[in-house]
C-alpha cells in the first residue's frame, strides 16, 4: 500500500471478509443463547449483517472495483476466540461469555467502520461515505442493544449462580 487511497481499498477488502465471516459464525452464537432478549438481539443482528454485506457491495461497485474480501486475520481470531470460550462455559454464564464475545465483534466493526468513514472523508469519496456510516451507526445501536442486555439481565443471572 503507497497511499490512502490503497489502505482504504485494502480496509474495505478486510471488513468485507469480515462480516462474511461472522455471518457464518452468528448462527451458532444465537444457538448457543440461553436468554430469548440475547438470542433474538443476535438473530436480529445477523440480518442487518445480510443487508451490511450487500451495502459493503454496493460500495465496491460505486468505486468500480469487484467486491472481494482478504483474510481478515482478526476477524478470524475473534471467531476462534468465540468458539473456545463459548465451548468452556456453562449456563447461565454461558449467555455472558456468549454477550462479551459479540460485543468483541461489534467493536472491531466499529473501530474498522469508524476508520472507513474517516478516510472515505479525506478521500472525498461522498459517494461512499453516508452508506459506511450508515454500518457504522447500526453497529454502534447493536453494541449498544448488546450492553443493555447484558446490565439488564444476563450479567446479573451469571453473577446469581456464583
Given at each position: 500500500m503507497k497511499s490512502l487511497q490503497d489502505a482504504f481499498e485494502h480496509g474495505l477488502q478486510d471488513i468485507y471478509y469480515a462480516e462474511q465471516a461472522l455471518l457464518k459464525a452468528m448462527p451458532q452464537m444465537a444457538e448457543k443463547a440461553e436468554s430469548e432478549e440475547l438470542r433474538a438481539a443476535l438473530q436480529q443482528h445477523q440480518q442487518e449483517t445480510q443487508q451490511q454485506v450487500k451495502m459493503l457491495e454496493q460500495v465496491f461497485q460505486i468505486m468500480g472495483k469487484e467486491a472481494q474480501g482478504k483474510q481478515c486475520k482478526s476477524a478470524d481470531g475473534l471467531i476462534a476466540e468465540a468458539q473456545e470460550v463459548m465451548g468452556q462455559a456453562e449456563?447461565?454464564?454461558?449467555?455472558a461469555v456468549t454477550l462479551a464475545c459479540a460485543q468483541a465483534n461489534e467493536h472491531y466493526e466499529i473501530s474498522k467502520?469508524?476508520?472507513?468513514?474517516?478516510w472515505a472523508k479525506e478521500l472525498g469519496r461522498q459517494d461512499v461515505e453516508g452508506i459506511l456510516q450508515q454500518i457504522l451507526d447500526q453497529e454502534k445501536a447493536t453494541d449498544k442493544k448488546l450492553t443493555q442486555i447484558a446490565e439488564n439481565m444476563v450479567n446479573q443471572r451469571a453473577q446469581a449462580a456464583a
Open positions: 449456563p447461565p454464564a454461558l449467555d467502520y469508524g476508520t472507513m468513514v474517516a
